[in-house]
């Protein structure tokens, strides 16, 4: 197989020079820092349909897709794609008749509550975006927050189906006066005997999020799981996992933002030991942010010669313009290339870059930069709640290659 021009010598110079020497690995190592494996346990059973072999079971409600098993395609398939899940899912019953689930529109003209058979007459969208948990990256937060130590896995590129959220605003006459925020609340089952506000899902995000926001009732060409939220699920693209409603039930418009516990003190961007509380930044919109995905040291060395290091970069809300990797842990870069379709400005794009790989050990970074020319952070701030961490440094790979 053969070198392209653009990267022959480049990239054999590259290959030469980055077999790092041990004492400069060890530096770079040191600053990276990399959580204990989760030992293996078995799939609870509502998803014992996903792949195994493909996902770590940290939680029967935390499950992350391994590092190599997002592939080189640009949708992450169902079965591998991960679970966070904040509360108990109502009862699977509830898929059955899946257009007689109803979501209340609050904040309109003229305020109804609708079936997902209702919806389907009003509009139909298909988005691809990036669905991402808020904590992932955390694992890799020096500070140790509490928490599930998620790694790169807790993400996904996800195809949603539905109506957008802007066509059932217009159809119930447009927005009431004054809303600010749209607020989605869930449908999880509520422990009894408490105040439904201390734990229900219920978020609020900035009212620009509409204009994007999808009521999805498919995901990946297929009726929306009940472990991902079916039968309806507000999706709101560019914005955390966590603003993504599963089994949502309401959607209101408003002067300010719910008062539930999960928008009120959590998820919020606390300095690291601190609670929560509303002064502090939401968790709303991710970051540009990247990572590698291969070649890996998992099943060994990685056998010497032409490597496609490959990967996965996103802009969150805007579009990306550049990604770059490094083979030393950033003391140098090399421009990558962006592979396979562009499916617009919230999806993630798969990247590679050729190059060959003397025997030696090297620390593989990556760095994407948006279409606005924020490139990805090297550091993400440490915050309480281990959130929104994007930092190129601290999700390095080092692979071994012999």
Known sequence: MSISPRWSRR????GTASTIAGATLARVAQAQTTPAAAQPRALPPYVAWKDPSQVIVHTATTIETKRSAFGTSVI????????????PAPDVSIVANRDAWEVAIEGVRQPRTL???????????????????????????????????????AAGCVIWSGVPVRSVVAALGGLADGARFMTGTGGETLPAGIDPKSVM???????????????AWEMNGEPLPHAHGGPLRLVVPGYSGVNNIKYVKRVAFGATETDAAIQKTGYRMSPPGAKGDPSQQAVWEMDVKSWINGPTSEGGPVKAGLVQIHGVAMGATRALRRIDVS????????????VGPDLGRFAWRQFVLPV???????????????????????HSPANGGGYLNSGWRSHALPVTVA
């Open 201 to 215: 899902v219920e978020r609020s995000v900035p009212l620009r999020a509409m204009g994007d926001a999808l009521l």
């Open 327 to 338: 083979l030393d842990g950033g003391q140098t870069w090399h421009e990558a290339r962006f």
């Open 11 to 14: 990239n054999l110079l590259a």
């Open 115 to 153: 079936s997902v058979a209702d919806l389907k007459g009003l509009g139909l969208e298909t988005t691809a975006a990036v669905l991402q948990c808020s904590g992932n990256g955390r694992g890799y937060f020096a500070d140790k927050p509490s928490g599930t130590k998620w790694t790169v896995g």
């Open 76 to 87: 992450t398939p169902t079965d591998r794609l991960y679970i966070r899940n904040n509360l």
């Open 356 to 378: 060959v790989l003397q025997p030696g050990q090297y620390m593989l970074a990556s760095r994407a930069q948006d279409a606005q020319f924020n490139w990805q952070v090297e």
